[in-house]
T-cell receptor, first 116, second 114 residues
Framework: GAVVSQHPSRVICKSGTSVKIECRSL??????MFWYRQFPKQSLMLMAT?????????EQGVEKDKFLINHASLTLSTLTVTSAHPEDSSFYIC????????????FGPGTRLTVL | AQSVTQPDIHITVSEGASLELRCNYS??????LFWYVQSPGQGLQLLLK??????LVQGIKGFEAEFKRSQSSFNLRKPSVHWSDAAEYFC????????????FGKGTKLSVKP
């Protein structure tokens, strides 16, 4: 089956620093990847759509300059949380649809970010 | 407004008992409906999906779900629960061709008693 990995799985950082999270499709190419955020006891909220070779598309209310997305290749998208603050602490999950498998996304295991 | 409601935050069932997890949605267009399961440290795994056709869909691990348009529901069922089914279950809805913009419910945590 399709596999999506994320790295790191868990990160703790100081307030004001930047954190990069990687999302990789391991056995398929993904021209599009999605970044979600999940708060405790809450549902996943789509943050942005990462497009290979072009700018990411952000959902309403998501700060582009704070959550930088780069889709450098057909198997890698990165989310950088810049100048992180405690309110950015959350569970970040990426997903990728597999070409030819209509409307089905494959999710990564998530990254737990804690900002002190 | 588009939304997905999972009324039960936490359900506990005995191993071997039947299970039904509820999901109601509000969506303007014809919906695509999904059930995902999330185990600790794991990504969301697709259990089943409904796009069109037969309203009773079969998924992996012995799960099934029934789409009822009149009730705007897509409840997940399993006739006999196994201890390994303990996890968090998410219902999601999306539009045809959207792929990305899934709207998720808040999830139902399933605990299984021996």
């Amino acid at each position: 089956g399709a596999v999506v990995s994320q790295h790191p799985s868990r990160v703790i950082c100081k307030s004001g620093t930047s954190v990069k999270i990687e999302c990789r499709s391991l056995d398929f190419q993904a021209t599009t990847m999605f970044w979600y955020r999940q708060f405790p006891k809450q549902s996943l909220m789509l943050m942005a759509t990462s497009n290979e070779g072009s700018k990411a598309t952000y959902e309403q209310g998501v700060e582009k300059d704070k959550f930088l997305i780069n889709h450098a290749s057909l198997t890698l998208s990165t989310l950088t949380v810049t100048s992180a603050h405690p309110e950015d602490s959350s569970f970040y999950i990426c997903s990728a649809p597999r070409t030819g498998v209509t409307d089905t996304q494959y999710f990564g295991p998530g990254t737990r970010l804690t900002v002190l | 407004a588009q939304s997905v409601t999972q009324p039960d935050i936490h359900i506990t069932v005995s191993e071997g008992a039947s299970l039904e997890l509820r999901c109601n949605y509000s969506y303007g267009a014809t919906p695509y409906l999904f059930w995902y399961v999330q185990s600790p440290g794991q990504g969301l795994q697709l259990l089943l999906k409904y796009f069109s056709g037969d309203t009773l869909v079969q998924g992996i691990k012995g799960f099934e779900a029934e789409f009822k348009r009149s009730q705007s529901s897509f409840n997940l069922r399993k006739p006999s629960v196994h201890w390994s089914d303990a996890a968090e279950y998410f219902c999601a809805v999306g539009a045809r061709g959207s792929q990305g913009n899934l709207i998720f419910g808040k999830g139902t945590k399933l605990s299984v008693k021996p």
